[in-house]
């Protein structure tokens, strides 16, 4: 922690008036005019018969309206002769934290021997809420090791600070210590513990201490949805937001944002809808975060002209709400909107961050624009001085690769000032793969399963390689080591909403009441795939993502299954929506692109790294991806 001098004897007290213009002058905070209160602020009263009273101060205390109102009266304390007196020390100290002077908070706080309980809370509440949540754990450390007592205004700010940190360990010690100290029934403290052991990734404690919750809020609510939200369990989170409208709790922006994460997350389109309409009518439309992520969930569930209609919509438009919109037409393969939606954005005057670059770079990548992408990252560094993160190069790396410029690829991995990750490396073998090359893909794919023995995709890339080059052996030996290694592959799985519902699919899948129907489907559209000249591609079905044993294993991939039952429940020419958490396999895109043609509907399908639009039996990637 930064201290700014260690005083902390009462000696300090009665020289801080003459300590008062060394503190301005160091200018903690050069937003605040400091020297302008000093120097320029009406005088000083330090006449006795002008000394206001303690209750004068009290009142002064509370028409307190801004921070050079605050330093003033902070001076007057001092020269009045009160600079001991614990009301108005508590008071000041509370007031700088008000107006995030944390610092000159602290600089008072330092100079009182026994600080009050009162004291210490506030400061621990400024270092939490300011987001330093390491000084705010140090100063608690502190307030425990002088002998004070935590009590219940203490442990929601200290508990706000664990979960900052993403601290599991330290928080279940402090909820030790929230049973000690015998806060553990009070709901402000409980509605932290929930929010703290959800933040820290530990979902499952944070339900039982909400489940054990006598008196639950909006607070402790909203700390589980989001909870949920982030931590996947997308049921779980819609299931509990609904649970708390039951109960008559009214959801407020976060809980809103984290239903909305989930309907973009399942492509749960008619669902979002319905949360939109509820949006209206609780009138949150009018927030800009709240905007920005119905844009996102509509972009993700393939609903781009309601995306685009929001964001025209939108009067106010900061730098997160463009980013969004540039990422929907990214993931889209619509590149030229993307960048037309960038120039525009530069026009208007706002200014790109890192996010926007990302953002920009993805959509260059995923529609091969290798000039755009390449003055994109230039300007980053020259015209805005932001110095390229791993998303940058992953994206660069990936369009090089794309485009098949694999050495230039690798040069610019070479070239980073920093370690490059497993996914920069991960792009660049996505490259190898599409353009076949063996030789730099074997190097790359060894680097990669030495940097990330676990990750399943790898293998699988590597394995694909081999496979079209026909080097079985090789193909069996990766095998071999995945095996070796305990690496399983994740299991493919394909989301499909119908009425309100979303239905999940997996690999030969045969729980859904209508199977017989769905393989019956899937049957007679095969043999009419190939009368139109579809060749199975059996590489796919025995060393891709999730088959590895039969041709005809290809047919049910889960894909292919949701296809099949959204076709026998929807309407005639209506346009199927799936959600798929890996990437597409080859077979199953050229599968696609019959079906598409056979019973003119456009599919589109969302795989793990971006969307697929089928029509008249040809994709929107252009068959990169
Ligand atoms: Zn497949
Ligand atoms: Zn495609």
């Known amino acids: 922690m930064k201290y700014l001098c260690n005083l902390k004897s009462l000696d300090f007290l009665t020289h801080h008036y003459f300590l008062i213009p060394n503190i301005f002058c160091l200018s903690l905070n050069p937003t605040k005019t400091h020297d ?11 006449t006795e018969s002008t000394e206001p009273t303690s209750t004068a101060f009290s009142m002064l205390f509370q028409s307190c309206r801004d921070y050079n109102h605050l330093t003033q009266i902070h001076a007057k304390v001092l020269v009045s002769g009160f600079q001991g007196n614990m009301f108005m020390l508590n008071k000041i100290v509370a007031l700088y934290i008000t107006f995030s002077d944390l610092q000159l908070a602290h600089l008072v706080f330092s100079g009182v021997r026994r600080p009050t309980c009162f004291m210490w809370n506030v400061m621990i509440r400024g270092y939490a809420t300011g987001g330093q949540f390491v000084e705010s754990i140090q100063l608690y450390c502190k307030m425990l090791e002088m002998g004070f007592s935590p009590d219940k205004f203490t442990f929601p700010f200290i508990l706000k ?76 989170t819609l ?121 920009i770079l993805s959509a260059c990548s995923h529609s091969g624009l290798l000039e755009r992408g390449r003055t994109y990252f230039e300007s980053m560094i020259k015209d805005y001085g932001i110095k390229p993160n791993m998303n940058h190069y992953t994206c660069m790396v990936d369009l090089l690769g794309r485009t098949g410029l694999l050495f230039e690829a690798e040069n610019l991995i070479k070239t980073m000032p920093y370690e490059p990750d497993a996914s920069v490396w991960g792009a660049l073998l996505s490259g190898c793969r599409i353009h076949g090359n063996m030789h730099l893909g074997e190097r790359v794919a060894e680097k990669l399963l030495e940097l990330d023995p676990s990750h399943a995709g790898y293998y699988v890339l590597l394995s694909n390689l081999y ?13 071999r080591l995945m095996l070796r290694r305990g690496v399983k592959k994740p299991q493919g799985f ?40 579809y060749v199975p591609l059996i590489e796919f079905a025995l060393h891709d993502v999730e088959e590895e044993t039969k ?68 994709c929107s990637c252009g068959d990169y991806w």
């Open 551 to 618: 041709e005809a294993s290809l047919v049910y991939h889960s894909e292919r299954l949701a296809i099949a039952f959204a076709l026998l429940n929807t309407r005639l020419g209506a346009t199927i929506r799936i959600t798929k958490n890996l990437r597409i396999c080859g077979d199953c895109h050229s599968a696609t692109k019959f079906i598409s043609k056979i019973v003119e509907r456009e599919i589109i399908v969302r795989d793990m790294n971006r969307f697929h639009h089928f029509k008249h039996g040809e």
């Open 239 to 359: 299931e509990f937001f609904s649970l708390m409208q039951r109960e008559g709790v009214q959801p407020n922006r976060v809980g809103f944002l984290s239903v909305l994460l989930v309907c973009g997350h399942l492509g749960a389109l008619k669902k979002g809808e319905l949360f939109h309409g509820f949006i209206i009518q609780t009138g949150f439309e009018s927030d800009v975060s709240i905007t920005t992520a119905l844009i996102d969930m509509y972009g993700k569930c393939g609903s781009m002209d309601m995306a685009g209609l929001l964001f025209h919509q939108t009067g106010e438009r900061d730098v997160v709400l463009w980013s969004a919109i540039i990422a929907c037409h990214g993931m889209h393969g619509h590149g030229r909107e993307a960048i037309s939606l960038y120039d525009e954005m530069i026009k208007t005057g706002m200014k790109p961050n890192e996010v926007t670059f990302t953002c």
């Open 161 to 236: 600070s664990s979960a900052g940190l993403s601290d599991l360990e330290r928080g279940k010690v402090i909820h030790g210590h929230v049973i000690r100290y015998g806060v553990h029934n009070d709901r402000f403290v409980d509605a932290a513990l929930v929010d703290m052991y959800a933040k820290c990734g530990s979902i499952c404690i944070a339900r039982l201490v909400f489940d054990k919750m006598e008196e639950r809020d909006l607070v402790s609510w909203t700390a589980m949805i989001s909870g949920y939200a982030q931590n996947g369990c997308d049921t779980e």
């Open 36 to 46: 302008k209160m000093l120097y320029h602020s009406p005088p000083v009263q330090t």
């Open 467 to 479: 496979a079209a080059r026909s080097r079985w052996r090789d193909v069996d030996r990766v095998r």
């Open 494 to 533: 394909s989301l499909f909403e119908l009425d309100n519902y979303v239905y999940m699919f997996g690999v030969e899948d045969r729980t859904n009441p209508q199977s017989e129907k769905v393989y019956a489907l899937l049957e007679s559209l095969a043999s009419r795939m190939r009368e139109l000249g």
